[in-house]
């Protein structure tokens, strides 16, 4: 049991009614003072990386592959990171040897990038061995035919692989897989949680050239800077089928010609949604968030996004330094670049940012704290999309709503939990 005074050194108490972390009493009068500093709010427990999957003896391989597996990827970069990094636990998982995927080419993201485009596949290789059987290429007995797929992406509750992808692949010997995502990676034996935190954290580098480039783009950016990763794309607003009142008309109507079959909620339903959480952050909100949290308004921000933001003026009207890669790199070489190449440049920065917060909590933003973690960085904030919905739903604004989003993010202050992949990181107590 901690004294008063280490609590209070901490900065946090545990409440044993909400079953959370909570800020001491001597602290609270500092804050509400004015003197808030979201970065110098210290919490009771961290989460950092053990390694331990880098520690002992591997489990060795049997004697026997069961199989060749590749894995299906699709969507963005961080999504088929993800999902790839999942394929490869579940390849130790089911002894099968790992082939190399081929990225989906996909017209939506604007992309023709290939697995060997992004990832230097030698390294990757190279630093997997020992933790599963990868291969360039199929042997020439497997290579004519096509891979039995076993679809898993929609299979929830206590789905497992062993009994459910298992038989397909000791009949038909090559399978293509689409990971679960719901799939609980606590049930995985530990040589299969090795291999994942491996592909993830230690095995997945970029191509040398991409990497330079991504070198060059750090360097470019003024310092100290925020990472800022902001979604107000017209697809991801038609996607959380969310109205808004007061945007430009130009922006309605792209976001108009996004949505396709997919209409807004309206009434008391959109009303909900919103208090959900579920609507995308606007620049402008996400400028008055900053300035809640006392982020002075010349900070240097890399806006961490793809093509088609709208409203930055919403953002830029109040935080004057902010930059982006294409006007950081204007080069011809940046401008033949796709989408998920792009976006590697945006996962590098933002892993190597001197603060980095999201107005979302997608792939990337997973991907780049637990990374972040992982790296020791711990300057990473989700900002609260449903907090900001239940707040103006409450009708609160100016001062008093200033302060109550610095509260609910100074309570909820998880810098760098993990939350990508839980399995690879230890709880550490203060």
Same mark, same amino acid.
Not at 2 to 16: E, G, N, P, Q, V
Not at 84 to 107: H, M, Q, S, Y
Not at 334 to 344: D, E, L, Y
Not at 377 to 395: C, I, M, P, V, W
């Given at each position: 049991?901690?004294?008063?005074?280490?609590?209070?050194?901490?900065?946090?108490?545990?409440?044993?009614?909400?079953?959370?972390?909570?800020?001491?009493?001597?602290?609270?009068?500092?804050?509400?003072?004015?003197?808030?500093?979201?970065?110098?709010?210290?919490?009771?427990?961290?989460?950092?990386?053990?390694?331990?999957?880098?520690?002992?003896?591997?489990?060795?391989?049997?004697?026997?592959?069961?199989?060749?597996?590749?894995?299906?990827?699709?969507?963005?970069?961080?999504?088929?990171?993800?999902?790839?990094?999942?394929?490869?636990?579940?390849?130790?998982?089911?002894?099968?040897?790992?082939?190399?995927?081929?990225?989906?080419?996909?017209?939506?993201?604007?992309?023709?990038?290939?697995?060997?485009?992004?990832?230097?596949?030698?390294?990757?290789?190279?630093?997997?061995?020992?933790?599963?059987?990868?291969?360039?290429?199929?042997?020439?007995?497997?290579?004519?035919?096509?891979?039995?797929?076993?679809?898993?992406?929609?299979?929830?509750?206590?789905?497992?692989?062993?009994?459910?992808?298992?038989?397909?692949?000791?009949?038909?010997?090559?399978?293509?897989?689409?990971?679960?995502?719901?799939?609980?990676?606590?049930?995985?034996?530990?040589?299969?949680?090795?291999?994942?935190?491996?592909?993830?954290?230690?095995?997945?580098?970029?191509?040398?050239?991409?990497?330079?480039?991504?070198?060059?783009?750090?360097?470019?950016?003024?310092?100290? &800077?925020?990472? #800022?990763?902001?979604?107000?794309?017209?697809?991801?607003? $038609?996607?959380?089928?969310?109205? +808004? =009142? !007061? /945007?430009?008309?130009?922006?309605?109507?792209?976001?108009?010609?996004?949505?396709?079959?997919?209409?807004?909620?309206?009434?008391?339903?959109?009303?909900?949604?919103?208090?959900?959480?579920?609507?995308?952050?606007?620049?402008?909100?996400?400028?008055?968030?900053?300035?809640?949290?006392?982020?002075?308004?010349?900070?240097?921000?890399?806006?961490?996004?793809?093509?088609?933001?709208?409203?930055?003026?919403?953002?830029?009207?109040?935080?004057?330094?902010?930059?982006?890669?294409?006007?950081?790199?204007?080069?011809?070489?940046?401008?033949?670049?796709?989408?998920?190449?792009?976006?590697?440049?945006?996962?590098?920065?933002?892993?190597?940012?001197?603060?980095?917060?999201?107005?979302?909590?997608?792939?990337?933003?997973?991907?780049?704290?637990?990374?972040?973690? &992982?790296?020791? #960085?711990?300057?990473?904030?989700?900002?609260?999309?449903? $907090?900001?919905?239940?707040?103006? +739903? =409450? !009708? /609160?604004?100016?001062?008093?709503?200033?302060?109550?989003?610095?509260?609910?993010?100074?309570?909820?202050?998880?810098?760098?939990?993990?939350?990508?992949?839980?399995?690879?990181?230890?709880?550490?107590?203060?």
């Amino acid at each position: 049991m901690l004294d008063s005074k280490k609590w209070c050194d901490a900065r946090l108490i545990y409440c044993i009614e909400s079953k959370r972390y909570v800020f001491c009493d001597c602290v609270l009068g500092f804050l509400d003072r004015g003197e808030s500093d979201i970065w110098s709010v210290r919490r009771l427990v961290e989460w950092r990386p053990c390694k331990w999957w880098l520690h002992g003896h591997l489990t060795p391989f049997p004697a026997k592959s069961n199989g060749y597996i590749c894995v299906d990827c699709y969507g963005g970069l961080n999504q088929m990171r993800r999902d790839f990094c999942d394929g490869v636990g579940v390849a130790r998982l089911l002894n099968a040897t790992l082939v190399l995927p081929k990225f989906e080419v996909a017209a939506y993201w604007n992309e023709s990038s290939d697995f060997a485009d992004i990832f230097d596949v030698d390294y990757f290789i190279q630093h997997m061995d020992g933790f599963v059987k990868v291969v360039k290429e199929l042997p020439p007995e497997i290579s004519s035919k096509e891979p039995f797929h076993v679809d898993c992406s929609k299979r929830k509750g206590q789905f497992d692989y062993v009994e459910s992808v298992l038989p397909a692949l000791l009949e038909h010997k090559y399978i293509s897989l689409t990971p679960a995502m719901s799939q609980r990676r606590d049930r995985y034996p530990r040589f299969a949680k090795a291999a994942l935190c491996q592909a993830c954290y230690s095995a997945l580098r970029l191509t040398r050239s991409l990497q330079k480039k991504a070198a060059e783009l750090l360097e470019a950016i003024p310092k100290p &800077f925020l990472s #800022l990763h902001l979604r107000f794309e017209p697809d991801m607003v $038609a996607y959380s089928q969310c109205e +808004y =009142q !007061g /945007l430009s008309p130009t922006s309605m109507q792209v976001i108009e010609a996004a949505r396709g079959d997919r209409k807004p909620w309206t009434g008391e339903v959109a009303h909900i949604w919103r208090r959900r959480g579920k609507c995308p952050l606007t620049p402008n909100e996400t400028a008055l968030i900053l300035q809640a949290l006392s982020i002075p308004t010349n900070t240097n921000i890399y806006l961490a996004a793809g093509d088609g933001l709208m409203e930055i003026e919403g953002l830029t009207s109040v935080y004057t330094n902010v930059v982006t890669k294409s006007a950081l790199r204007t080069g011809e070489d940046f401008t033949r670049m796709h989408g998920n190449t792009k976006a590697a440049l945006d996962y590098y920065v933002s892993i190597n940012s001197d603060s980095y917060m999201a107005t979302y909590f997608g792939n990337m933003d997973k991907m780049v704290a637990a990374m972040r973690a &992982f790296k020791g #960085l711990y300057k990473t904030l989700f900002l609260s999309r449903k $907090a900001f919905a239940e707040f103006t +739903y =409450q !009708g /609160l604004e100016g001062k008093e709503l200033m302060q109550a989003l610095w509260k609910v993010h100074r309570d909820d202050f998880l810098m760098g939990r993990g939350s990508a992949l839980p399995a690879c990181f230890c709880e550490f107590e203060l």
